[in-house]
C-alpha cells in the first residue's frame, strides 16, 4: 500500500484524472435514451449572472453522453448504450466493468472505478483498502468524482457524499450545501458552490485548499497539491504548490475548461487550442493540441457536469 501512495502522485504527473465527453452527434453514433429522474436539477451560477440558474444534469432528454475517465494506471470508456469497457492495470479489478450496464458517468481514481447509474446509484470496483468501492447505498445522486484513494458523489439537493481514504480529512464533505461540481484531488477534494464559490478540504500542506476568496468560478479541478478555478469571464486562478509553475495561469484567457494532473494544468480554450503549464518531465507539457470547439460558448458549468472535469466535443 505504501508503494502505491508513493506511486500514484508521480504517474499522474502523465495521466491526468480527467474525462472527456463526446456527445453521440460528434462521435458519430446513435445514443441510448435512459431512464432519468425527473427531480435531476440543482442551481449553478450561471456564466453571465451573478444569480443561481437552473440547469439539468449534462444528459440530452435522457441519453447517454459517451465518455472516458482516466485513472492512475487504466482508462475506462462509457458507451453510447450504457455499458462500460476498461483497459490497463486490473491488479485490483478495477477494470472490471464488463457486466456493467444502465451507466451515465464514469470516473476512475488511483486504483479504483466508480460508475453512476441512470436511477442515481454507483457502482465501485476497484481497490478498496479505504472503503472507496463502498458506495452501494449511495441513491440520488447525480455525480461522480474519484480522487487518489477517494470517491465523492454529489447529490440531488446539493450536497455531498464521499467514502475512501480520510487521513487528511478528504472525505470531511458532510456539511456542504449548494454544491454543482466536486472534483477530488489526490489527497483533497473541492467542491464548487452554486454563488461561484468554492470550498475544499483535505491534504493543505501547499495551501491547496486555501480557495475561500475565489468567486465567479464555474467550474474546479484538483491535482495533487494544487486546485484551479474556471472564472465565467475565461480566466483561471489557482492555489496551492507551484514548484513546477502550475499555478502560473493568470494571464489565460478565453478558457472554457481546466484540468489538473498531479504536478500540471491544462486549459481549453474556445478556439479549441490547449494551454499548459507544470510539470513536463513526460512532455505533459508539450504537446499542443486541438479539438473542434463549440459552436458558441454555453453557460456555465459550460456542459462539465463532472467531478473528474469533463470536455465537450462538438
Not at 145 to 152: D, I, K, N, Q, V
Not at 294 to 304: E, G, V, Y
Amino acid at each position: 500500500m505504501q508503494n502505491k501512495r508513493i506511486l500514484l502522485p508521480a504517474l499522474l504527473s502523465i495521466v491526468v484524472i480527467f474525462s472527456l465527453t463526446l456527445p453521440a452527434l460528434a462521435a458519430g453514433i446513435s445514443s441510448m435514451p435512459v431512464s432519468v429522474p425527473d427531480d435531476y436539477a440543482i442551481t449553478h451560477l450561471e456564466a453571465d449572472s451573478s444569480s443561481p440558474g437552473l440547469a439539468t444534469v449534462n444528459l440530452s432528454q435522457g441519453q447517454v453522453i459517451p465518455m472516458v475517465a482516466a485513472g492512475g494506471y487504466h482508462t475506462v470508456g462509457l458507451m453510447a448504450d450504457g455499458s462500460v469497457i476498461a483497459m490497463g492495470l486490473n491488479n485490483s479489478g478495477q477494470c472490471g466493468v464488463g457486466s456493467w450496464a444502465g451507466i451515465i458517468k464514469v470516473a476512475a481514481g488511483g486504483y479504483h472505478t466508480a460508475g453512476l447509474k441512470s436511477d442515481g446509484t454507483v457502482f465501485g470496483v476497484g481497490n478498496n483498502d479505504y472503503g472507496q468501492c463502498n458506495v452501494g447505498n449511495w441513491t440520488g445522486i447525480i455525480e461522480v468524482a474519484a480522487g487518489g484513494y477517494h470517491t465523492l458523489g454529489l447529490e440531488s439537493d446539493g450536497t455531498v457524499v464521499a467514502m475512501g481514504n480520510i487521513e487528511y480529512g478528504q472525505c470531511n464533505v458532510s456539511g456542504w450545501k449548494n454544491i454543482v461540481q466536486v472534483a477530488g484531488g489526490v489527497y483533497h477534494t473541492a467542491g464548487l458552490k452554486s454563488n461561484g464559490t468554492v470550498v475544499a478540504t483535505g491534504y493543505d500542506e501547499y495551501d491547496q485548499c486555501d480557495v475561500r476568496a475565489w468567486k465567479n468560478i464555474v467550474q474546479v479541478a484538483a491535482g495533487y497539491g494544487h486546485t484551479v478555478g474556471l472564472r465565467a469571464d475565461g480566466t483561471v486562478v489557482a492555489v496551492g504548490r507551484n514548484d513546477y509553475g502550475q499555478c502560473n495561469v493568470g494571464n489565460w484567457t478565453d478558457i472554457i475548461q481546466v484540468v489538473a494532473g498531479a504536478d500540471h494544468t491544462v486549459g481549453l480554450k474556445s478556439d479549441g487550442t490547449v494551454v499548459a503549464v507544470g510539470d513536463n518531465g513526460y512532455g505533459q507539457c508539450g504537446a499542443q493540441a486541438t479539438v473542434t470547439p463549440w459552436d458558441s460558448r454555453p453557460t456555465a458549468p459550460w456542459s462539465l457536469w463532472d467531478g473528474t472535469t469533463t470536455v465537450s466535443v462538438m
